[in-house]
């Protein structure tokens, strides 16, 4: 448990540092982290809060839409 959190907050803090930009090496691995722990609502809480700051974001767009239903992976 601990070396998630800690995984957490350094891909939030690289979320924050790079401006919430597009690119799959920032954004990817944060969402792919809560959903790979089966935690839907939070991943796409994390798209949403990308999208806030880029809406712009392709790849929070791309998650979001997919967790929202509407695209099919």
Known sequence: ?????????YYMKGLVSSNYMDNNTVASPI?????GNGQK??????????????PE?????YYRERLKGKSRV
Do not use: D, G, S, T
């Open 1 to 9: 448990m601990r070396n998630e959190e800690a995984a957490k907050k």
């Open 31 to 35: 969402i792919n982290w809560y959903l």
């Open 41 to 54: 609502e939070e991943a796409f809480k994390i798209c949403e809060e990308i999208l806030l700051h880029n």
């Open 57 to 61: 974001n392709k790849v929070a767009k």
